[in-house]
């Protein structure tokens, strides 16, 4: 067995995982979980809420 059937069997191997995490991706399971995710930087927290409220009041004391 020589190199270039070691690389052969390298670029099949990786080109297999590659096809298999495109599918693990692109799957329509998940699309909950990837829309939740796509959402988060748009929720806010408790903490940010607070702030607004009280610039809002004019109570800013920093």
């Known amino acids: 067995m ?3 059937w070691v690389r052969s069997f390298e670029t099949v191997a990786l080109f ?3 096809i ?3 599918y693990l991706l692109y799957r ?3 699309s909950s979980t990837f829309e939740e995710a ?3 930087p748009f929720v ?3 903490l940010s809420d607070k702030i607004e409220d ?3 009041k ?3 004391h920093e």
């Open 20 to 22: 298999g995490l495109v």
């Open 28 to 30: 329509k399971t998940d």
């Open 44 to 46: 806010g927290d408790d």
């Open 38 to 40: 796509a959402n988060s």
């Open 2 to 4: 020589d190199i270039n």
């Open 16 to 18: 297999a995982l590659f």
């Open 58 to 60: 004019g109570e800013n």
């Open 54 to 56: 009280n610039q809002k």
